[in-house]
């Protein structure tokens, strides 16, 4: 099991609602495959792609859902909305 900590930025929030993408604070380890295979099985979600990014010694998680998996619906689930 993998650490991932959703972002509840005014950013993040802002791209779930128009971009139907959540942001997830990963480990530096964490490989694109790993976030994917984790995310799917634990939300019970699709997912379209995952870009990620590391700044100051962290690594950022954007993961884009498929059109039929509403992300707000997925924030609220997890408490981040």
Same mark, same amino acid.
């Given at each position: 099991m993998m650490k991932l900590k959703p972002v509840t930025s005014e950013k993040a929030i802002r791209m779930i609602e128009s971009d139907n993408v959540l942001t997830? *604070?990963?480990?530096?380890?964490?490989?694109?495959?790993?976030?994917?295979?984790e995310l799917e099985g634990t939300l019970n979600i699709k997912?379209?792609?995952?870009?990620? *990014?590391t700044r100051h010694n962290q690594k950022y998680a954007y993961v884009k859902l498929n059109r039929k998996t509403p992300a707000i619906d997925v924030a609220t689930k997890m408490g981040v909305m």
């Open positions: 997830f *604070l990963t480990g530096r380890e964490a490989r694109k495959e790993d976030l994917k295979k997912i379209e792609s995952i870009n990620t *990014l």
